[in-house]
């Protein structure tokens, strides 16, 4: 190997050391390589200047010197921070929306961008929601590509025909409008209209129950009126259950009137008596009725008529089941 190339080679182990995150040492490298610290020095001088030079290409990367370890450390300034690549780490398996192999090779690639020393802590805090994780059952292959792919329709404005298995587990074939991808409560969700109906009615589908797509060459137009607003879905809607969009009133009792305002991003307390509490919310759906039931003797259902009477049908419904047993 020519002297060249043996610098060439360490320069890029060097660097590729502290893309890993490894601390860079000096005197520890000279003694790998079995050169003076002087050229080591200089490789690292080389690699910083390289980095300066070509800032379109690697953007903010900052190979910098430590004075507490007496290191050198790749620095992604514009990168996230290893606190925060711990709580995306969180969220992500809390979702148990990706296999386990997905799920290991993006925590693999996050942990990339952390320390040496942060990366033990990452894996040590995580290792066991890892070994115990769960994810949810999936008809398709891969979540993520099935995402992706849904995701460049709805740029193109493409239409599309997936097959679906239903709740019931009956596979079906449908022609849609793709508009948006949203995810709730472990799923990931495609929302699409119909492209044999005219009553753009929004439906919903989960795409890990998707198990093919097939992209025509027709393109579509949305008439202004049917855009579809995807922040406003999200603070209206529950368990994605679809349905027409109301405005309810209910009572609470409960010990935490917080917990029902984050939880429905339209509520607002609009009167109080005591411990009771007086919530309006705009809704979308029958999934209100789930989520409020689910609160027991803490809420009453106060308006509309109809809202009044699903929640009693409910809990006629519920009554009944229980006193068929006896």
Request: glycine letters at 4%; hydrophobic letters at 40%; proline letters at 2%.
């Amino acid at each position: 190997m020519s002297v060249s190339d043996a610098k060439r080679y360490r320069l890029l182990d060097i660097f590729f050391r502290a893309m890993r995150g490894e601390d860079i040492i000096v005197h520890s490298l000279a003694q790998d390589y079995g050169v003076t610290s002087k050229s080591i020095s200089r490789d690292i001088s080389d690699i910083r200047n390289f980095l300066a030079e070509n800032r379109d290409l690697v953007d903010n990367v900052e190979l910098k010197y430590m004075a507490k370890t007496k290191s050198h450390r790749l620095e992604f300034n514009n990168f996230l921070l290893s606190k925060e690549l711990l709580a995306i780490i969180k969220i992500l398996i809390g979702s148990r929306a990706f296999s386990h192999t997905e799920l290991l090779e993006i925590i693999g690639k996050l942990k990339h961008f952390t320390t040496v020393s942060d990366r033990k802590l990452l894996e040590e805090i995580i290792l066991k929601e890892i070994f115990h994780y769960n994810e949810v059952n999936h008809d398709c292959k891969s979540v993520i590509d099935t995402l992706w792919q849904l995701t460049r329709c709805i740029y193109d404005k493409r239409e599309i025909t997936i097959s679906y298995y239903k709740m019931q587990r009956e596979k079906v074939e449908r022609r849609l409008r793709p508009i948006a991808v949203m995810f709730s409560e472990y799923y990931f969700y495609l929302i699409g209209y119909r492209c044999d109906t005219e009553d753009w009615m929004p439906l919903f589908y989960r795409i890990d129950r998707i198990v093919d797509i097939v992209e025509h060459r027709q393109f579509f137009t949305l008439p202004r009126e049917r855009t579809f607003d995807e922040g406003e879905l999200r603070n209206k809607i529950q368990f994605m259950f679809s349905g027409k969009q109301r405005k309810i009133k209910f009572s609470y009792t409960g010990p935490s009137v917080q917990a029902i305002l984050d939880r429905l991003a339209t509520a607002r307390v609009v009167d109080k008596d005591g411990d009771t509490s007086i919530i309006e919310a705009e809704t979308i759906g029958s999934g209100i009725i789930m989520y409020l039931l689910a609160q027991g003797t803490k809420v009453k259902a106060l308006e509309p008529p109809e809202f009044v009477e699903e929640m009693k049908e409910e809990i006629r419904k519920l009554s009944a089941m229980y006193e068929e047993e006896q």
